[in-house]
């Protein structure tokens, strides 16, 4: 993580306060995660869901923006029907 942000020029103290910042969010999230994970597997199935249901719509937005400049709408055999 500290090496794209140091050869893009950023200065160490920085590199460092964003490293250790986000090694912080890592252990709450991982505290919360734990606590929430506890409660039953019926809580785990519906988190594990939701994360999945999430990264598929990420998923599905970022080829459908891609690709938007690959498609030729004017010139679509599909318009003239």
């Not at 505290?31 to 719509?57: K, T």
């Amino acid at each position: 993580m500290a090496v794209p942000m140091k050869n893009g020029g950023m200065k160490i103290s920085k590199v460092i306060f964003y490293v250790v910042l986000s090694g912080i969010t890592t252990g709450i999230g991982a505290f919360f995660g734990a606590i929430v994970g506890s409660i039953s597997e019926e809580i785990i199935s519906i988190c594990l869901s939701f994360a999945a249901r999430c990264h598929v719509i990420y998923c599905i937005r970022r080829i459908s923006t891609r690709s938007q400049h690959f498609i030729s709408w004017k010139n679509d055999s599909c318009s003239e029907i």
